[in-house]
């Protein structure tokens, strides 16, 4: 079952330009993860929060929750064209091993 | 080096022509799980596996069979594939919350 939708679904910036992109979600959650899809290749995860912090940084990620409006957020700062790639969240399910993950956004880092 | 592998990378079959499709983990992780991903769908998981001998059902396991003889393998079954199941196969292993992901199995059933 899908439950969180990524906003937008694909955004295109300069490189050196942020990059902010959103996911929402249905249900309560204890954690949400953002992962990270080059084209065509395995995902690679990027950052965890937890259902009690509101905010958390990974080199030049940044990463919000909202849990009142079931809502996160990924910054990318200062991009580079390596950023290029699909980003996807995803909430814990019925157990912390199953994800629950929404259709991505597609980002492109024009040089 | 921690990974999940996965075999074949690439394949072409014809409907009716069983295949399997492979995924190992070095990691000695409990949980494993395949997904598949379509344009505009996401990932949908098809089957996990919480252990050896453990396996249960995604949100779209028809058409697929797993199993789970021992903890690194989880091999994908697919009996009799058909053109819907045209898609890019990720296998997918973990310990705690956060899963590590294969290369991915991208397959075309003609």
């Known amino acids: 079952s899908q439950q969180g939708e990524e906003d937008p679904q694909a955004l295109s910036i300069q490189e050196g330009e942020n990059a902010t992109m959103n996911c929402s979600y249905k249900t309560s959650i204890n954690n949400l993860q953002w992962y990270r899809q080059n084209s065509g290749r395995g995902l690679v995860h990027l950052i965890l929060i937890r259902s009690n912090e509101r905010e958390k940084h990974s080199g030049r990620l940044r990463v919000t929750l909202d849990t009142s409006k079931k809502s996160s957020s990924l910054l990318i700062t200062a991009s580079r064209a390596a950023d290029t790639a699909s980003y996807f969240c995803?909430?814990?399910?019925?157990?912390?091993?199953?994800?629950?993950w929404g259709a991505g956004t597609k980002l492109i880092i024009k040089p | 080096e921690a990974q999940v592998t996965q075999n074949p990378r690439y394949l072409i079959t014809v409907t009716g022509k069983k295949l399997t499709v492979t995924c190992s983990q070095n990691m000695n992780h409990e949980y494993m799980s395949w997904y598949r991903q379509d344009p505009g769908l996401g990932l949908r998981q098809i089957y996990y596996?919480?252990?050896?001998?453990?396996?249960d059902k995604g949100d779209v396991p028809e058409g697929y069979k797993v199993s789970r003889k021992e903890k690194r393998n989880f091999p994908l079954i697919l009996e009799s594939p058909s053109p819907n199941q045209t898609s890019l196969y990720f296998c997918?292993?973990?310990?705690?919350?956060?899963?590590?992901f294969g290369p991915g199995t991208r397959l075309l059933v003609l």
């Open positions: 596996s919480m252990n050896v001998e453990v396996t």
């Open positions: 997918a292993s973990s310990y705690g919350e956060t899963q590590y």
């Open positions: 995803a909430t814990d399910g019925d157990s912390n091993y199953q994800l629950i």
